[in-house]
């Protein structure tokens, strides 16, 4: 049995062990994807940089999805597929029904079958154990799924960096300040709700002023380019900057939480003035 074939063996026998609906094949490796759709019994979503690989089969798979770059021949790759699903997830490609066995290759160095419980594994469906009761899920997941593209895409070829406050505004209003004038003064509630698609690509494009966005817990932007005070010791991993010092100081001195997207392409959730959840490079 060539690599391949006994690599989708090893995910059909884990797949009927624990009652999985769904493979996740992520490979630029056309043997691979050939082999899935052989052997597969239930529907298959694939991930691929390889922008011909997935126009070529993109047709006999439930979905498909284009990486930005291959996955790493190193242990760095789970964080991508980490990502991945997470952005699977915010796009109606998975849901807490599923029961996944991911399949990965990269290059020769790595070849990993692995089971993944949506309902149990992916972190944003446990962020409501944290929230407050005045913070829509649904925005902190709009709120995310904004961070991940400006984490991948930026803004014209450049990485973007910034932050968003949700939840607990008025207590948040009172520790932080003007930086510029805010640009969401004016404006109704409805046009200014983070859940209005019309709003998405204005989000992205004051994502570049320094500042905070301030995000009441219905979704409704209330301010951006805010700088938020950072008051006492603060304790942050290591080599991370100001955004985070003002998401950790600023989710201590309220109960709101903060989404920092640094720079790098990392998305780190602040709750009570520590990270709770880990998105893209660490």
């Known amino acids: 049995m060539d690599r391949a074939h006994a690599l989708l063996e090893s995910a059909r026998q884990l797949g009927e062990r624990t009652g999985a609906t769904l493979l996740i094949v992520v490979s630029e490796r056309e043997d691979v994807v050939k082999a899935a759709l052989e052997r597969s019994s239930i529907p298959i979503l694939f991930a691929s940089g390889n922008a011909e690989l997935l126009e070529q089969y993109a047709g006999r798979v439930r979905d498909a999805i284009r990486l930005r770059a291959p996955v790493s021949e190193t242990l760095s790759f789970l964080p991508q597929v980490k990502e991945l699903l997470l952005g699977a997830f915010f796009q109606g490609m998975l849901t807490t029904d599923d029961v996944a066995i991911v399949l990965v290759t990269a290059g020769d160095a790595v070849e990993l079958v692995m089971h ?26 709009r709120l995310l799924k904004l961070s991940l593209e400006l984490a991948r895409e930026g803004r014209e070829g450049h990485p973007v960096g910034t932050l968003f406050v949700l939840g607990d505004s008025e207590a948040v209003m009172r520790h932080s300040r003007p930086a510029v004038l805010n640009p969401f003064e004016g404006h109704s509630e409805k046009d200014r709700n983070i859940l209005d698609d019309g709003l998405w690509e204005t989000a992205k494009e004051f994502a570049q002023i320094d500042g905070a966005f301030i995000v009441r817990g219905d979704g409704v932007v209330l301010a951006a380019g805010r700088y938020v005070d950072t008051e006492g010791q603060l304790e942050v991993q290591a080599g991370l900057g100001g955004r985070h010092l003002a998401a950790a100081s600023i989710t201590r001195a309220s109960s709101a939480i903060a989404i920092v997207v640094s720079s790098s392409g990392t998305i780190r959730v602040f ?4 990270a709770i959840m880990v998105v893209g490079r660490s």
Do not use: C
């Open 116 to 141: 993944y419980d949506i309902a149990h594994d992916v972190e944003v469906v446990h962020l409501h154990e944290e929230l407050e009761d005045d913070v829509d899920l649904r925005v902190v997941e």
């Open 271 to 274: 709750k009570k003035g520590r």
